[in-house]
């Protein structure tokens, strides 16, 4: 579920990397949430589901576009990459392939590897030698002259 919020909470943020993690997880929670619509709906026969799944993939449809952006950078595309779903038939198989690709290693012109942020973050740091500030994107605590790591954006003192 935390992936779904934070994917939510960077609804119009179209730079940085989206792991396949995260992508994937906000489609399924995305789905979950419209398959329990329906479901309630088809039960309680109400005009009053279909406007509320209709108003929700309205409220999603920037979250989406900006999730799968995201996720094409992660792999080293450009966000123009989503237009692939405008070819008939291989569009969406060719959308498909690249999200399912693995993160290209390293930093790239999008950012750095929200992998290896956090593997990093896992790592035991001593708060007395390390000078930290606040990220102004998500509030997140991160060592100075590092990327941010929740958020991705890189930051200066």
Not at 17 to 34: G, K, P, S, V
Not at 69 to 79: A, C, M
Request: proline share 4%.
């Amino acid at each position: 579920m935390q992936w779904y919020v934070n994917a939510m909470k960077n609804y119009a943020k179209f730079d940085g990397r989206a792991t396949r993690q995260e992508y994937w997880m906000f489609y399924l929670f995305n789905l979950l949430f419209m398959f329990g619509i329906l479901l309630m709906g088809g039960i309680t026969d109400s005009d009053f589901f279909m406007i509320l799944l209709i108003l929700y993939y309205l409220a999603i449809i920037i979250p989406t576009i900006s999730v799968t952006v995201r996720r094409l950078h992660d792999i080293g595309k450009s966000g123009a990459a989503i237009f692939y779903n405008l070819i008939p038939i291989a569009g969406p198989i060719i959308h498909l392939v690249q999200t399912c690709t693995e993160s290209q290693q390293g930093d790239n012109q999008y950012g750095p590897n929200p992998k290896s942020l956090i593997s990093n973050s896992s790592q035991p740091q001593f708060a007395a030698t390390i000078e930290t500030i606040f990220c102004g994107d998500c509030g997140q605590k991160t060592p100075v002259g590092n990327f941010c790591m929740k958020c991705g954006k890189e930051l200066h003192t």
